[in-house]
């Protein structure tokens, strides 16, 4: 009912800058949070930021200042951008949408099958 679809990872140097972008489609009736995680090898799987409809956001500690979440509702769409990259932020990035599809009365999770992110010289 509801298909979420990451892109944009992909192998960058300490220090460099990417972006990531995420768009849900499907029978979607409405989309409250939309949020960026990851996982990194030999770890769970952690929040990196979530932004709510009004555009309320949430950053982990370890990516605050450099990373910036984005959305646009019109579309369906949200968007990371990382900056200044670190090796520590080599992971899967996921891509997570909570939306109410159509028919149906509560909201759930929906998950993109994720994209993997890779920091090194």
């Known amino acids: 009912q509801v298909q979420v679809a990451e892109s944009g990872g992909g192998l960058v140097q300490p220090g460099g800058s990417l972006r990531l972008s995420c768009a849900a489609s499907g029978s979607i009736s409405n989309i409250s949070i939309m949020g960026w995680y990851r996982q990194a090898p030999g770890k769970e799987r952690e929040l990196v930021a979530r932004i709510t409809g009004g555009a309320g956001t949430n950053y982990a500690d370890s990516v605050k200042g450099r990373f910036t979440i984005s959305r646009d509702n019109a579309k369906n769409t949200v968007s990371l951008q990382m900056n200044s990259l670190k090796p520590e932020d080599t992971a899967v990035y996921y891509c997570?949408?909570?939306?109410?599809?159509?028919?149906?009365?509560?909201?759930?999770?929906?998950w993109g099958r994720g994209t993997l992110v890779t920091v090194s010289s």
């Open positions: 997570n949408v909570r939306a109410r599809a159509n028919q149906r009365l509560s909201f759930e999770d929906y």
